[in-house]
């Protein structure tokens, strides 16, 4: 057993340190993790010689996350944690751009997505797991970035207008349509190299690398340029068949749904419409459910595809093999969400992460201050 593993087995001894301002005088005490800072000795020549490239990325805690997000991006942020340092970022300012007049519910998302990220596989002894609104350094930033980001360049973003059109919106709050711009000084704070995403956020990766080009250019090299990281399976459609996953849509498997719910949603899905009977031919490429297989069967597609195009198989029994391959990939999440759910473990994990995603943001904001000349008081010091 490794240090790193330890902290799962809830056995948390954080310390608490007293922070000053300007005058000396104390603002607010802030949990450290101590782990974080005994494994950074451990491994001080590692470190030192090659810094691990990080990873951000995370979600708006508008509600639980779905097998949509699970593929499109948690499972490549469980894949590369060990490989990059990771820090995940629950958007809760971002969701206000769209829930400001109903922030009631936030506390509770906000707690979910952590939960189900987690419980996905994340291990808090890895990554960092922090809540955007705690980092006013990310706040800050966005407003030097918002002095060189056009208006109309937030227009055209393609991601921006479906949005605005789903939501209904005509006159776009300053908010929304600079969530860009606020979601590049998520990416930048901690000077992240790779973005696990969605397909859907391209544009907005698009945009934070344009940013980073036009700042380096502006003030000196301070960023690197990230790149997003797109899974290789796509945007996984609804189970009515139409449309993507997607919450408000009501066509989504959740990570934390139970297993009976699971089984009579795939039960009901929509499959091939020409297969109407047993023994009609299929055609897995009309057939959601074959997407579905390929994403989380995908062993058993070699032989499903044959199978069905003969109707050897039927829709019933590839449902099945699907609800056992679901089961498999959700049972040990439940299993992780019940530790995590432990009074006061997923508290001590946000806490030790936003501390630490917090001294990145100040390193990086006097990094920042220092490019843009606005360092003051190291200048006429
Ligand atoms: N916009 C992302 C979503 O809706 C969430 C998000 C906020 C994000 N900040 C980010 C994703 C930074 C990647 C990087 O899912």
Same mark, same amino acid.
């Given at each position: 057993m490794?240090?790193?593993? @330890?902290?799962t087995d809830?056995?948390?001894r954080?310390?608490?340190?007293l922070? %000053?301002d300007?005058?000396g ?5 802030r949990t450290i ?8 000795k451990l491994?001080?020549?590692v470190t030192d010689l ?6 951000? %990325? ?7 996350l ?12 469980v894949?590369?944690q060990h490989?990059?340092?990771t820090f995940?970022?629950i #958007?809760?300012? =971002?969701?206000l751009? %769209? ?5 009631e519910?936030?506390?509770e998302?906000?707690?979910? $997505?952590a939960l189900d990220?987690l419980?996905?596989?994340l291990?808090?002894?890895l990554? %960092?797991i ?5 980092i006013?350094?990310? #706040?800050e930033l966005?407003?030097?970035f918002?002095m060189?980001?056009? &208006?109309?360049?937030l227009?055209?973003?393609?991601t921006?207008k +479906?949005e605005?059109k789903?939501y209904?919106y005509?006159?776009? +709050?300053y908010?929304?349509?600079g969530?860009p $711009?606020?979601?590049?000084?998520d990416?930048?704070? !901690?000077r992240?190299h790779?973005v696990p995403v969605?397909?859907?956020?391209v544009?907005h990766?698009?945009q934070t690398r344009?940013?980073v080009?036009?700042?380096n250019e502006?003030?000196?090299?301070v960023f690197p340029?990230?790149? #997003?990281?797109? @899974?290789p399976v796509?945007?996984?459609?609804g189970?009515?068949g139409?449309?993507k996953?997607?919450? @408000? ?5 959740y990570?934390a ?5 699971v089984? =009579?949603?795939v039960?009901? #899905? ?9 023994y ?5 490429? &009309? !057939?959601?459910?074959?997407d579905?297989q390929k994403?989380?069967?995908?062993g058993f ?6 199978a069905c195009r003969?109707?050897?198989?039927g829709c019933v029994? !590839?449902?099945?093999r /699907?609800?056992a391959a ?5 049972a040990p999440?439940?299993e992780?969400?019940?530790q995590y759910?432990k009074?006061?473990?997923l508290d001590?994990?946000l806490?030790d992460g +936003?501390?630490?995603a917090k001294?990145?943001?100040?390193a +990086? /904001?006097a990094?920042?201050?220092?490019a843009m000349?606005?360092d003051y008081?190291?200048r006429?010091?």
């Open positions: 490794t240090l790193r593993s @330890s902290r809830i056995n948390i954080p310390y608490r340190e922070h %000053t300007i005058k005088e104390a603002i607010f005490p993790p101590p782990i974080h800072h005994k494994i950074a491994n001080l020549q090659a810094p691990k490239k990080r990873i951000l %990325t995370g979600d708006r805690p508008t509600g639980p779905h097998l949509g997000h699970y593929v499109g991006s948690v499972a490549n942020r894949r590369l490989e990059y340092d995940i970022i #958007a809760d300012v =971002q969701a751009t %769209t829930n400001f007049d109903r922030p519910r936030l506390a998302d906000v707690r979910n $997505v990220n419980a996905a596989g291990d808090p002894n990554v %960092t922090f809540i955007q609104s705690y006013p350094e990310i #706040a966005t407003i030097y918002s060189f980001v056009s &208006v109309n360049a227009r055209h973003n393609p921006i +479906t605005a789903a209904g005509s006159d776009l +709050t908010g929304f349509l969530y $711009v606020s979601q590049a000084a990416i930048t704070f !901690c992240a790779l969605g397909a859907d956020q544009p990766v698009e344009k940013i080009r036009r700042f502006l003030y000196g090299e340029e990230p790149e #997003a990281l797109v @899974s796509g945007r996984l459609v189970l009515d139409d449309a996953m997607s919450k @408000s849509l009501g066509n989504c498997i990570l749904e139970p297993p009976e719910s089984a =009579q949603k039960r009901v #899905a929509v499959t091939d419409p020409a297969r109407i009977r047993r009609d031919l299929g055609h897995p490429e &009309v !057939c959601i459910i074959h579905y994403a989380f069967n995908p597609v070699e032989e499903l595809e044959p003969s109707a050897e198989i029994d !590839c449902k099945k /699907l609800i679901l089961e498999e990939l959700l999440m439940r992780r969400r019940a759910e009074p006061g473990v001590e994990i806490r +936003t501390a630490r001294r990145e943001a100040e +990086t /904001l990094l920042v201050r220092q000349k606005i008081w190291e006429w010091g």
